[in-house]
């Protein structure tokens, strides 16, 4: 069993940053972010692979998003910049503990974090 503590939310305005992170209390393979939004399907931001650091972004998140990690700490975090109102979302961290190479499908992911919220105003 595999805990995620997710961190760093809130209500930002469009243009500004925020730092998310997500601490695993035990082995993982890959951890990622995603998004939802009420009555809308969870979606796919960031991964990191742990070996080898390889890193995935939806298009929406290349270059304004980076995810990080700190392999030692088990934990993971999403930088986000230039903030817009449509990032405004529920933020989940997920985790794999098996290699499933698939690193975007919410349903290869086997935990999940609680969520922060980020709320960018106009």
């Known amino acids: 069993q595999v805990q995620l503590v997710e961190s760093g939310g809130g209500l930002v305005q469009a243009g500004d940053s925020l730092r998310l992170s997500c601490a695993a209390s035990?082995?993982?393979?890959?951890m990622g972010w995603f998004r939802q939004a009420p009555g809308k399907e969870r979606e796919f931001v960031a991964s990191?692979?742990?070996?080898?650091?390889?890193?995935y972004y939806a298009d929406s998140a290349k270059g304004r998003f980076t995810i990080s990690g700190d392999n030692a700490k088990n934990t993971v975090y999403l930088q986000m910049n230039s903030l817009k109102p449509e990032d405004t979302d529920d933020y989940y961290c997920?985790?794999?503990?098996?290699?499933?190479?698939?690193?975007?499908?919410?349903?290869?992911?086997?935990?999940w974090g609680q969520g922060t919220q980020v709320t960018v105003s106009s």
């Open positions: 997920a985790a794999q503990t098996m290699y499933t190479f698939t690193y975007e499908a919410p349903s290869a992911y086997d935990y």
């Open positions: 035990g082995r993982t393979f890959v």
């Open positions: 990191l692979k742990w070996n080898g650091g390889r890193t």
